[in-house]
């Protein structure tokens, strides 16, 4: 069980302290944008994220892997009502041509608090079988930024009952940016500590994720942010523990495209395939331009 449950909360940590910004960025200029992860010694593309919003509300996270064995697909899902309150979040992995849910977190009873936050919800994941199957409970108390949240979690007790496992408490700064989270598991008499602390620059981007675990590798994340002229984040270099690992190029969409297309005033960044900046005007090839795939002929 702990495996599993190390396993989800990895997955919902690195939606955390990945590229999305938090709440308190002061940059959420567009309907969507898309991520190039790049290796900095094969200046070879390794990742793409498309993110997309609805009325300011992360719906979609679209994921691509690069590998020399072939492309691998799995997508980050969250459903609102006509309010605006959240239904369910979960992840999809493509598999033969169909995305197939690995976790599901839905929300129980239909009571959500302030911050439209189900106050119970309930959460599957994928057992060995390839099975959705009921792992948590949670009863949701507080909720700030865009995945902190302040909960205790339940696992089955094996009786049709539930018994307490952990609680995440997460802190915040003056800006109301996720600062700190801290998460206290309890498996039978044994007690788990574990520490996300963040850090942000004066455009509301992480600069650095510290992590401890009383039994995991712990580990420091830096990012050197880049920005344009008008303070939009163009690119971030990645470096864990010191090492050089990543650089991230971010390609905005057009913040009114919902209302049709806009015509180009040529001054949008051209990208390549990798992520990488045009310093001169695209000629024959595949670009990237305001977030979409351009055929140059």
């Known amino acids: 069980m702990k495996k599993i449950y190390l396993s989800l909360l990895g997955a919902m940590m690195a939606l955390t302290v990945g590229a999305q910004p938090q709440r308190g960025a002061q940059q959420q200029i567009s309907n969507s944008y898309t991520v190039y992860a790049v290796n900095p010694v094969t200046n070879e593309k390794t990742r793409q994220e498309d993110y997309t919003y609805e009325n300011e509300k992360l719906t979609e996270v679209h994921y691509t892997y690069y590998y020399a064995e072939g492309n691998v697909e799995s997508k980050y899902l969250r459903n609102y009502d ?143 942010n880049f920005y344009d002229a008008n303070g939009v984040i163009e690119k971030r270099n990645v470096y864990k523990d010191g090492q050089f690992v990543e650089t991230q190029y971010y390609v905005w969409g057009d913040p009114n495209a919902v209302q049709g297309v806009k015509a180009d005033d040529g001054t949008a960044p051209w990208y390549d395939l990798s992520g990488r900046r045009l310093s001169t005007p695209p000629t024959k090839g595949i670009y990237i331009h305001k977030g979409r795939k351009i055929v140059m002929k």
């Open 82 to 224: 006509d309010q605006g309150r959240l239904l369910s979040e979960g992840n999809y992995v493509m598999r033969d041509g169909e995305y197939v849910a690995t976790y599901l977190e839905e929300s129980v009873g239909q009571e959500w608090n302030e911050d439209g936050l189900p106050t119970i919800v309930v959460i599957y994941e994928e057992n060995d079988s390839g099975q959705l199957v009921l792992r948590w409970k949670n009863f949701i108390y507080g909720y700030n930024g865009i995945y902190a949240v302040n909960r205790d979690e339940y696992v089955p007790d094996g009786a049709g009952g539930w018994t307490f496992c952990a609680t995440i408490r997460p802190e915040y700064n003056s800006k109301g940016e996720e600062a700190k989270i801290c998460m206290v598991e309890q498996w039978g008499d044994i007690v788990y500590n574990t520490t996300y602390l963040w850090e942000y620059d004066d455009h509301g981007w992480l600069t650095k994720v510290t992590f401890t675990c009383d039994y995991k590798n712990n580990y420091e994340n830096v990012y050197d």
